[in-house]
């Protein structure tokens, strides 16, 4: 079975790697660099930032994603040569008013990676030295880790680019379906050429609005931006994730951290800004003012594939044979990346899910129908 995938970001990367390794031929399709837009651009805290916010289908996703990150990246380093860094640095939150509510989360839904710790003071200063005593207390997630998106997707891409069954093309936005009796018979690039393939499947992240008009659809994706700021550190100078009022600080490995992260409705701008870049300043230094002593190496900014309630769409895309969604993760694309990928594998190639699919199902698409 040949199977053609539009868009090359974590959903489209991770959709290849499960259907290779299930013996499908695969051809990536990207408008641009492959793995460069909200996937690179994400923090790759594996959990959604504060669980209980979101509705219980992205954490049924989100829950696989640690444990899937650590068999792939052992799968793949080995020939891609790069390590995932899936780093375990445990999440202090700082925001009282969930605190409450995310131990009754973490004590009713008994996942390992939402364990969660009420820590005082004195607790506290041991987990992590650097924050600023105003903090008195927080809960504290010993088991949440994060990936190295840049490095993942330097990894996924080597594998695929190296795998007989891939066929990688950059640089080649595709604008047309040709569908034919309610199946998808190829489809055709800006520069009019046409590529056949057995299935299809949408994976275009926050463009996925792109294929409303022809597909007769309202596919309700919107592009949000975030902006991040980096600095360095020594290595392991940080040594937990911070979080407050959505704002993070996230250590790699190497003593990098990552900074964010804003929201912006500005269309596809990816221009970051000098006010913004105050603002997450200011939140990070808030909680680790040892932080503003170091320099910052980078800022940028992604677009985050924004949906109604953040559950992605995944699954046949409604009155199509051969044509199949991954898209509309909004903030938790990288978390829920592998599980959604798997899910998809599953019902293109109808083997059992490791999931309800109904929650995920395109034909919500359908309660929103273009009217012509």
Same mark, same amino acid.
């Given at each position: 079975?040949?199977?053609?995938?539009?868009?090359?970001?974590?959903?489209?990367?991770?959709?290849?790697?499960?259907?290779?390794?299930?013996?499908?031929?695969?051809?990536?399709?990207?408008?641009?660099?492959?793995?460069?837009?909200?996937?690179?651009?994400?923090?790759?805290?594996?959990?959604?930032?504060?669980? /209980?916010?979101?509705?219980?289908?992205?954490?049924?996703?989100?829950?696989?994603?640690?444990?899937?990150?650590? @068999?792939?990246?052992?799968?793949?380093?080995?020939?891609?040569?790069? @390590?995932?860094?899936?780093?375990?640095?445990?999440?202090?939150?700082?925001?009282?008013?969930?605190?409450?509510?995310?131990?009754?989360?973490?004590?009713?839904?008994?996942?390992?990676?939402?364990?969660?710790?009420?820590?005082?003071?004195?607790?506290?200063?041991?987990?992590? #030295?650097?924050?600023?005593?105003?903090?008195?207390?927080?809960?504290?997630?010993?088991?949440?880790?994060?990936?190295?998106?840049? &490095?993942?997707?330097?990894?996924?891409?080597?594998?695929?680019?190296?795998?007989?069954?891939?066929?990688?093309?950059?640089?080649?936005?595709?604008?047309?379906?040709?569908?034919?009796?309610?199946?998808?018979?190829?489809?055709?690039?800006?520069?009019?050429?046409?590529?056949?393939?057995?299935?299809?499947?949408?994976?275009?992240?926050?463009?996925?609005?792109?294929?409303?008009?022809?597909?007769?659809?309202?596919?309700?994706?919107?592009?949000?931006?975030?902006?991040?700021?980096?600095?360095?550190?020594?290595?392991?100078?940080?040594?937990?994730?911070?979080?407050?009022?959505?704002?993070?600080?996230? #250590?790699?490995?190497?003593?990098?951290?990552?900074?964010?992260?804003?929201?912006?409705?500005?269309?596809?701008?990816?221009?970051?800004?000098?006010?913004?870049?105050?603002?997450?300043?200011?939140?990070?230094?808030?909680?680790? #003012?040892?932080?503003?002593?170091?320099?910052?190496?980078?800022?940028?900014?992604?677009?985050?594939?924004?949906?109604?309630?953040?559950?992605?769409?995944?699954?046949?895309?409604?009155?199509?044979?051969?044509? /199949?969604?991954?898209?509309?993760?909004?903030?938790?694309?990288?978390?829920?990346?592998?599980?959604?990928?798997?899910?998809?594998?599953?019902?293109?190639?109808?083997?059992?899910?490791?999931?309800?699919?109904?929650?995920?199902?395109?034909? &919500?698409?359908?309660?929103?129908?273009?009217?012509?």
């Amino acid at each position: 079975m040949k199977i053609a995938i539009i868009g090359a970001g974590i959903s489209g990367l991770m959709s290849a790697l499960e259907l290779v390794e299930q013996g499908c031929s695969v051809i990536i399709f990207d408008q641009q660099h492959a793995g460069q837009a909200a996937s690179w651009a994400g923090g790759g805290i594996l959990s959604p930032m504060y669980p /209980w916010r979101y509705p219980h289908a992205v954490n049924q996703l989100a829950q696989h994603g640690k444990s899937l990150y650590l @068999d792939w990246n052992e799968k793949l380093k080995p020939i891609s040569g790069i @390590d995932f860094e899936i780093h375990e640095t445990g999440l202090l939150i700082f925001d009282e008013a969930d605190f409450e509510t995310g131990l009754n989360y973490a004590q009713q839904f008994q996942q390992p990676m939402q364990h969660a710790e009420y820590l005082q003071a004195e607790q506290l200063a041991q987990v992590n #030295p650097f924050i600023h005593p105003q903090f008195q207390h927080a809960m504290y997630f010993p088991q949440i880790a994060n990936v190295r998106n840049p &490095r993942l997707l330097q990894s996924m891409i080597g594998y695929l680019k190296q795998h007989p069954k891939v066929e990688f093309i950059e640089h080649c936005p595709i604008e047309q379906f040709n569908i034919v009796n309610g199946k998808v018979q190829s489809i055709r690039s800006q520069n009019q050429q046409t590529y056949f393939a057995d299935q299809f499947v949408i994976t275009t992240g926050a463009w996925s609005k792109h294929w409303s008009e022809q597909l007769d659809l309202d596919i309700p994706v919107q592009p949000v931006q975030g902006q991040m700021v980096l600095f360095k550190t020594p290595q392991n100078w940080l040594p937990t994730m911070c979080m407050n009022n959505v704002m993070y600080l996230i #250590p790699r490995l190497d003593g990098h951290v990552v900074c964010g992260s804003s929201m912006a409705h500005c269309g596809f701008d990816t221009t970051p800004t000098a006010a913004t870049k105050q603002t997450i300043l200011a939140a990070c230094f808030e909680m680790v #003012p040892e932080l503003a002593a170091f320099p910052i190496v980078k800022q940028w900014a992604g677009l985050r594939p924004s949906s109604p309630t953040g559950v992605p769409y995944i699954g046949k895309m409604p009155e199509l044979d051969n044509l /199949w969604a991954n898209f509309g993760h909004f903030r938790n694309g990288l978390c829920m990346g592998p599980a959604s990928a798997r899910l998809l594998r599953q019902l293109i190639l109808k083997q059992p899910t490791l999931l309800d699919p109904m929650a995920f199902c395109p034909t &919500r698409l359908t309660a929103n129908t273009l009217t012509t």
